[in-house]
């Protein structure tokens, strides 16, 4: 008897290890290795950040339906555990959690610079890969980690575009020369809005631009009074704004009551891009340039793809995009899933190691960005940003060429 019952002990113990095997072959959760490929998938999904978080979700939520709807991954569908990063310690916490507990082996995220660049550490020491798909501070890639691909482009790209479009666009519709203009910056004090405004000045030195104030802020104040006067008395041609939701309906509403006025307003993405921006603030927003991720009154023929990607959009969520970030994480994840299924398993070194060999040409995705991750930093070379515009309630792309759909529209 004695025999017997250890022997059924010992079968009892060679089962539970080959069930343990197969769960950590898979790469997370319950699911036997022949069901699914898991993905973690790291956003603000409440909190104060959950407006943009959940918008930039739903566009990797919307690229695993399509794509399971297809038969998914060389036959396994694609499962996405979630994780509510609500802040940079929540981050730190879910993507701990995600790697540890449910085994997940890669991890896609996360709309916020902070978030990323906290749950991108604990990936980096796990031996995770992150792919960031929204974020845009360049710290984030600017480390040089083993594990961390971004797809989008980052804060110094959409500075670039600033200075650019102030040096070939603007001057000339105001009729001035390039130095003689006066641009102001003003700035949420987060690394999304401290990067943008430091690289833009360093930009605007190198090409001749007259910076003649600079205004960083705390993104949650009630309160802009004295920045909007202090812009005021600065007297700017252009204002290079960078903002989330709040702040930026608060900056329109006071500088509206404070009679702040300038000739060419630039957002940078944020919430100058959100239609909810422009219901809140009404005609305000009219004239205001944005320079953000592709939005979606874009010249179709560079951005083949962005049609049935709206379609699946509305079909789920009854209601058009509202905003481009939906867009940018559909566009990346798509990316993910190329990469996956070249590899055909969910290992960070092999998917990192076929990633750089990875090239996309611009005007062939539904953003329009080409694809070639930085050898050494896993920055995407070819993500860029787009000059939009809001005219009559409508956010329509203005420049680039090859891209816009109107004329840029300056009134002196």
Request: hydrophobic residues 40%; charged residues 20%.
């Amino acid at each position: 008897m004695k025999k017997i019952l250890m022997f059924l002990m010992v079968a009892v113990l060679v089962v539970l290890t080959a069930c343990n095997s197969n769960k950590a072959s898979n790469g997370g959760g319950s699911n036997v290795e022949s069901e699914t490929f898991d993905i973690g998938a790291l956003f603000p999904l409440s909190g104060s950040l959950a407006l943009l978080g959940e918008e930039s979700f739903r566009g990797v939520e919307l690229a695993v339906e399509e794509v399971n709807g297809n038969g998914g991954v060389n036959g396994k569908k694609i499962k996405l555990v979630k994780g509510d990063a609500v802040d940079p310690d929540a981050a730190q916490s879910e993507a701990n959690r995600l790697i540890n507990q449910e085994n997940i082996k890669t991890i896609v995220g996360s709309f916020s610079s902070g978030i990323s660049f906290a749950a991108s550490e604990v990936a980096e020491r796990n031996g995770v890969l992150f792919w960031e798909l929204g974020a845009v501070a360049d710290s984030i890639t600017d480390r040089s980690y083993k594990y961390v691909l971004r797809t989008n482009p980052p804060a110094s790209y959409f500075s670039k575009v600033n200075i650019d479009f102030i040096k070939e666009v603007v001057a000339n519709k105001l009729g001035k020369n390039v130095g003689d203009l006066k641009v102001a910056i003003v700035h949420e004090d987060s690394s999304y809005g401290t990067t943008i405004a430091e690289e833009a000045k360093k930009l605007a030195d190198t090409e001749g631009i007259n910076i003649v104030t600079t205004q960083g802020y705390s993104s949650g104040t009630n309160d802009l009074s004295s920045v909007v006067l202090n812009l005021k008395k600065a007297e700017p041609d252009v204002l290079i704004a960078v903002a989330y939701l709040n702040d930026a309906i608060l900056l329109a509403r006071q500088s509206e009551e404070l009679g702040f006025k300038v000739p060419v307003f630039i957002g940078n993405g944020g919430g100058h891009t959100m239609t909810d921006f422009r219901d809140a603030v009404g005609d305000m927003a009219n004239g205001l340039f944005n320079i953000d991720f592709p939005q979606y009154s874009i010249n179709r023929d560079f951005t083949p793809g962005m049609d049935e990607f709206i379609e699946l959009y509305k079909n789920k969520y009854d209601h058009e995009p509202r905003s481009g970030h939906s867009l940018a994480n559909y566009m990346g994840f798509k990316v993910v899933l190329d990469v996956l299924t070249e590899v055909g398993e969910v290992d960070p070194d092999k998917l990192k190691e076929a990633a750089l060999k990875y090239t996309v040409e611009a005007g062939t995705t539904a953003t329009g960005w080409g694809v070639e991750f930085n050898q050494e930093t896993g920055q995407n070379r070819n993500g860029q940003p787009y000059v939009n515009q809001w005219i009559n309630g409508e956010l329509l792309t203005v420049w680039p060429k090859d891209v816009s759909i109107e004329e840029p529209q300056v009134n002196n």
